[in-house]
């Protein structure tokens, strides 16, 4: 062998080496044979066709170098995607993705077998947080891409458009965002695109029309506003669209499935989806699952969804569909579920429906559906497990075929008309697991084959007239967490068997006839029990402690029954315990304590919000350790139970508090400074104790007020002019006190105040036409005090007000004629004031006027007879001595001269005053002649005592009402003083002495 030829043998490992760094094992170990073989065949041959063997060499290492550099693009993509990621639960991709080893072998990684490219990126379900790269985009002969429900996060890259072998895209269930590239319409080998699940915006890209092999197109779960391009609608390869919960809105296309042969699935449900369902629909006659709940779609639903004789799924519940159901409908003999709820339909369920037997759901609830159930409704049914008719106005009995629907699961039937007794056969349904048919017109008793349903979890008759006892069968429902049936006439005593189901969640019997005792042990084997209503029943006795061992109680109302003794100290050890009312029955304290002691045990229950003990005859003394009770603590009501003493400061502790009612106790001393710390009160009712004192000034800082009841106490000083500050006030009850001063200006500034009452105190002033700010409110009570002046007219503005009490006050002038605005008006006082004038007849405008009382005042002319005044009675106008009118009212019959009242004062003046002077001139001047010639006689003169020493003097009102407001019936004649009015003689005792406007009271 020549040297040289030896020097090859020596070179070849070192050209190996150096050629095969780059290359995987597979081609490593191909090009050392190739080599090998080539440099023994040169060794053979010599010199002979070396330049022949050379080029074979030279070319099969150029191949070997380009797989090892596209190779080397993947790895480089595929590790920079492994860079972006910043969190690997489970190290996967740090452990397994390393250099040095071929990516075909990484995790979730798959190639092509001819040229080893990868063509496969699956990692979905690992857990993994990071971004996508514009890297990944290097991938060119990536067939499929899944990294779904990761949490992947950020914008979808531009660079993925270049991905032109891509088959699947599957993205769902991470969080990215961003628009959705339109550049995806360049991957037009594309057949599933799934991006749902993410938090996209922007509006769907029309170039995904351009994807003409796409069967899958899944953008559910987003926030893709606009309208849905119609290229979609061309993509004739599409077997599933799903828009579902997003934000598009407008219309689907008239021609939606002209170009769709192939559709199966079409959902677009949780958009604003508008317009009527085209009937074209028809023509996508593969279609399995129609589903466009949640949307506002108007108008009927097409009769032509009949023709989708594949159809399983129909959801079209939640939209302002009208009409009636069509009997196309049942020709639809594949339909599985049929789901119209929460819409606007109208009429019967065409009875033919009820024919598809292959029918597992029917949903029809919240419609305005009436008429009644076939009679043999299961029939045909042997598939139904759900019937859902709620809040609708089916009436007629509840079908007894029931029983033939062997595969019930839930009857839900509430809100309904349905009438009749409860169909014994229901307790054949031994699948049956949730019956609602509350709100009903049932009666009859409660059959005993209830207890035969075994599998039953909730049973809700609540509202209906059932009669009888509960049934002790019951108690073999060892599955029922919820037994609901308050609001019957149910009577007798709660079945012991009832308190051995375990698995009870919620018992709630209120508002029936049960009496007697609750058992002994009624808590001892209810270890789930949460919800406990006993309300408006006629229980007594006293309350069991063993409720406490139902550990989980949340819920608790015992209120208006007639339970009696003491609380028990074991509610204490309900630690879950959020509501307790015990209110209306004959609870009492242990008169050896002065404090109720059950009070200081709920300090245990840390997460009690709200509770109730009022219209009890606990008569004792509230504890300081009130300002123990949970932190959580919302609603504190303790009204009409004989507590004593003083509001404990304590009670400021309880930071959340939003409701504290203590009225009709016997409390004393002044209010706590520490209720102006409770910032979150909403309604504050002190109404009817004994306290004294001042309105505590930081009762200004409760900004969040809205119902403020001191009234009924014995508190003295100025109302705070601050409490005009409080915007939120709607209730402000002050009255019955001794407040005394002005009432401030700033409470003519609460616009939004419902209920203003200041009643019975010693206020003074008048009433500003700022009155007229309250545009909202519905009651004002300022009787009882000592305001004068006239009515402001802006009280007219009240435009919201039902009753206004203005009497017992030294209220002047006329009634304002604006009051005949107030058309809400029902109750109108004004009695015991000074006010005079006429009754305005606009007042009978005021159609809602049910009680009226104007009496001991002033008032004069006659009284209105239209409208609310037909009702009212003599009483409403009693004292008022110048009135006339109808003979029921007890007042004279009204004359010409009397009807209208007082004339105008300018009459007055122009006509009646003139006159007087004229006679008055010509007295004068006869006395004096008279005079001047019994001095020349020296004979003197008997004054006629008829001349003004016996008749009183008659004032200017008086001469108003008497000439009918100087009416023109009542001229003598045109003279040179102008028009003579006839005055007319007025009997003395008629009107009080009062009567020409001085007020004798001031």
């Known amino acids: 062998m020549k040297q040289e030829n030896w020097f090859l043998i020596l070179i070849m490992p070192a050209l190996f080496i150096n050629t095969t760094n780059a290359l995987d094992p597979i081609h490593s170990i191909s090009f050392f044979i190739f080599v090998s073989l080539s440099l023994t065949k040169i060794i053979i041959m010599g010199k002979k066709n070396i330049a022949i063997v050379l080029l074979l060499i030279v070319h099969f290492v150029r191949v070997f170098l380009a797989l090892s550099l596209t190779n080397f693009t993947d790895e480089s993509a595929l590790l920079i995607f492994?860079?972006?990621?910043?969190?690997?639960?489970?190290?996967?991709?740090?452990?397994?993705?390393?250099?040095?080893?071929?990516?075909?072998?990484?995790?979730?990684?798959?190639?092509?077998?001819?040229?080893?490219?990868?063509?496969?990126?699956?990692?979905?379900?690992?857990?993994?947080?990071?971004?996508?790269?514009?890297?990944?985009?290097?991938?060119?002969?990536?067939?499929?891409?899944?990294?779904?429900?990761?949490?992947?996060?950020?914008?979808?890259?531009?660079?993925?458009?270049?991905?032109?072998?891509?088959?699947?895209?599957?993205?769902?269930?991470?969080?990215?965002?961003?628009?959705?590239?339109?550049?995806?319409?360049?991957?037009?080998?594309?057949?599933?695109?799934?991006?749902?699940?993410?938090?996209?915006?922007?509006?769907?890209?029309?170039?995904?029309?351009?994807?003409?092999?796409?069967?899958?197109?899944?953008?559910?779960?987003?926030?893709?506003?606009?309208?849905?391009?119609?290229?979609?609608?061309?993509?004739?390869?599409?077997?599933?669209?799903?828009?579902?919960?997003?934000?598009?809105?407008?219309?689907?296309?008239?021609?939606?499935?002209?170009?769709?042969?192939?559709?199966?699935?079409?959902?677009?449900?949780?958009?604003?989806?508008?317009?009527?369902?085209?009937?074209?629909?028809?023509?996508?006659?593969?279609?399995?699952?129609?589903?466009?709940?949640?949307?506002?779609?108007?108008?009927?639903?097409?009769?032509?969804?009949?023709?989708?004789?594949?159809?399983?799924?129909?959801?079209?519940?939640?939209?302002?569909?009208?009409g009636r159901i069509p009997d196309e409908i049942s020709h639809l003999v594949n339909l599985k579920i049929l789901a119209i709820e929460n819409n606007r339909l109208t009429g019967s369920i065409p009875y033919a429906i009820f024919n598809i037997s292959s029918l597992q759901i029917i949903a029809f609830t919240n419609?305005?559906?009436?008429?009644?159930?076939?009679?043999?409704?299961?029939?045909?049914?042997?598939?139904?497990?759900?019937?859902?008719?709620?809040?609708?106005?089916?009436?007629?009995?509840?079908?007894?075929?029931?029983?033939?629907?062997?595969?019930?699961?839930?009857?839900?039937?509430?809100?309904?008309?349905?009438?009749?007794?409860?169909?014994?056969?229901?307790?054949?349904?031994?699948?049956?697991?949730?019956?609602?048919?509350?709100?009903?017109?049932?009666?009859?008793?409660?059959?005993?084959?209830?207890?035969?349903?075994?599998?039953?979890?909730?049973?809700?008759?609540?509202?209906?007239?059932?009669?009888?006892?509960?049934?002790?069968?019951?108690?073999?429902?060892?599955?029922?967490?919820?037994?609901?049936?308050?609001?019957?006439?149910?009577?007798?005593?709660?079945?012991?068997?009832?308190?051995?189901?375990?698995?009870?969640?919620?018992?709630?019997?209120?508002?029936?006839?049960?009496?007697?005792?609750?058992?002994?042990?009624?808590?001892?084997?209810?270890?789930?029990?949460?919800?406990?209503?006993?309300?408006?029943?006629?229980?007594?006795?006293?309350?069991?402690?063993?409720?406490?061992?139902?550990?989980?109680?949340?819920?608790?109302?015992?209120?208006?029954?007639?339970?009696?003794?003491?609380?028990?100290?074991?509610?204490?050890?309900?630690?879950?315990?959020?509501?307790?009312?015990?209110?209306?029955?004959?609870?009492?304290?242990?008169?050896?304590?002065?404090?109720?002691?059950?009070?200081?045990?709920?300090?245990?229950?840390?997460?009690?919000?709200?509770?109730?003990?009022a219209f009890n005859p606990l008569n004792a003394i509230l504890p300081k350790s009130m300002g123990n009770l949970s932190s959580f603590l919302e609603i504190f009501l303790a009204g009409n139970c004989h507590f004593k003493g003083m509001i404990p400061s304590e009670i400021g502790n309880l930071s959340n508090l939003v409701v504290l009612g203590l009225a009709n106790n016997d409390l004393t001393g002044t209010i706590p400074n520490t209720l102006g710390q409770l910032r979150k009160i909403q309604r504050l009712n002190l109404y009817g104790t004994l306290l004294e004192g001042f309105i505590p000034s930081n009762f200004c800082n409760l900004t969040s007020i809205g119902g403020l009841s001191l009234g009924g106490n014995k508190l003295v000083g100025s109302i705070p002019s601050c409490l005009g500050n409080l915007s939120s006030l709607r209730i402000l009850d002050l009255g019955s006190n001794a407040f005394t001063s002005k009432i401030p200006s700033t409470l003519w500034s609460l616009t939004d105040i419902l209920v203003l009452d200041l009643s019975s105190n010693v206020l003074i002033g008048s009433l500003p036409p700022e009155i007229g700010n309250l545009k909202h409110i519905r009651q004002l009570d300022l009787s009882k005090n000592q305001f004068k002046g006239q009515i402001p007219s802006t009280i007219g503005q009240l435009q919201s007000i039902e009753s206004l009490n203005l009497s017992q006050n030294r209220l002047q002038g006329p009634i304002p004629q604006s009051i005949s605005d107030l058309i809400s008006l029902k109750s109108l006082q004004l009695s015991q004031n000074n006010l005079s004038g006429i009754i305005p007849k606009l007042l009978e405008k005021l159609l809602d006027l049910k009680y009226l009382n104007l009496s001991f005042n002033k008032l004069s002319g006659e009284i209105p007879s239209g409208g609310p005044f037909m009702n009212f009675t003599a009483s409403s106008f009693m004292q008022n001595g110048a009135l006339c009118g109808a003979p029921r009212f007890h007042f004279k019959a009204c004359s010409n001269g009397n009807r209208r009242g007082r004339p105008k004062t300018k009459v007055l003046l122009k006509y009646i005053l003139p006159s007087i002077a004229s006679v008055a001139i010509a007295a004068a001047f006869i006395i004096w002649l008279l005079r001047c010639q019994g001095k020349n006689r020296e004979v003197p003169i008997q004054v006629d005592s008829s001349l003004g020493l016996t008749h009183r003097r008659i004032s200017y009102h008086e001469i108003l009402h008497a000439t009918n407001n100087f009416s023109e019936d009542h001229l003598i004649g045109r003279g040179s003083l102008g028009l003579q009015p006839v005055v007319i003689s007025v009997p003395t005792q008629s009107y009080p002495e009062d009567f020409d406007g001085i007020n004798l009271c001031t």
């Not at 006795?541 to 003794?565: C, V």
């Open 82 to 322: 492994k860079a972006y990621i910043t969190f690997d639960p489970n190290n996967i991709l740090s452990k397994n993705w390393s250099e040095g080893t071929s990516v075909c072998n990484w995790v979730g990684v798959s190639c092509s077998l001819r040229n080893q490219r990868v063509t496969t990126l699956n990692l979905p379900n690992m857990g993994l947080i990071g971004t996508i790269p514009k890297e990944l985009g290097n991938l060119s002969f990536l067939i499929a891409f899944n990294i779904s429900n990761n949490i992947f996060h950020g914008h979808l890259p531009y660079e993925l458009s270049h991905l032109r072998r891509l088959k699947s895209l599957d993205l769902q269930f991470n969080e990215l965002s961003g628009d959705i590239p339109v550049s995806i319409g360049f991957l037009t080998k594309l057949q599933l695109l799934i991006i749902s699940y993410n938090n996209f915006t922007g509006s769907i890209p029309r170039e995904i029309g351009n994807l003409p092999n796409l069967k899958m197109l899944s953008l559910r779960n987003n926030s893709i506003s606009g309208s849905i391009p119609s290229t979609i609608f061309n993509i004739s390869s599409l077997q599933r669209i799903d828009f579902s919960n997003n934000k598009l809105f407008g219309i689907l296309p008239v021609d939606m499935c002209t170009h769709l042969p192939v559709l199966e699935i079409f959902v677009a449900s949780g958009n604003h989806l508008s317009g009527q369902i085209p009937s074209s629909l028809s023509k996508c006659w593969g279609l399995r699952q129609l589903l466009l709940s949640r949307n506002q779609f108007t108008g009927s639903i097409p009769k032509s969804l009949g023709n989708l004789t594949k159809l399983e799924k129909l959801r079209l519940s939640w939209s302002n569909f009208n």
């Open 367 to 613: 419609n305005s559906l009436y008429g009644a159930l076939p009679k043999d409704l299961c029939n045909n049914l042997p598939k139904l497990a759900g019937l859902y008719l709620s809040r609708n106005q089916l009436d007629g009995p509840i079908p007894t075929s029931l029983p033939k629907c062997g595969e019930l699961g839930i009857i839900s039937s509430s809100s309904n008309e349905f009438t009749g007794s409860l169909p014994s056969g229901i307790g054949n349904l031994s699948k049956l697991r949730e019956l609602y048919l509350d709100l009903n017109r049932l009666t009859g008793i409660i059959p005993l084959s209830f207890g035969n349903l075994s599998m039953l979890e909730v049973i809700n008759i609540a509202e209906n007239d059932i009669q009888g006892n509960i049934p002790s069968e019951l108690g073999q429902l060892l599955n029922l967490t919820f037994l609901l049936l308050g609001s019957n006439n149910l009577m007798g005593e709660i079945p012991q068997s009832i308190c051995n189901i375990s698995k009870l969640q919620k018992i709630d019997l209120h508002d029936n006839h049960l009496s007697d005792n609750l058992p002994s042990s009624i808590g001892l084997w209810l270890p789930n029990l949460d919800t406990f209503f006993l309300a408006g029943n006629e229980f007594s006795g006293s309350i069991p402690s063993s409720i406490s061992n139902a550990s989980k109680l949340i819920r608790i109302d015992l209120s208006n029954n007639l339970f009696n003794g003491n609380v028990p100290m074991t509610l204490g050890n309900l630690h879950h315990l959020e509501r307790l009312n015990l209110e209306l029955n004959q609870l009492t304290n242990d008169p050896s304590f002065f404090e109720p002691d059950f009070l200081t045990s709920l300090t245990n229950c840390r997460h009690l919000k709200g509770m109730s003990i």
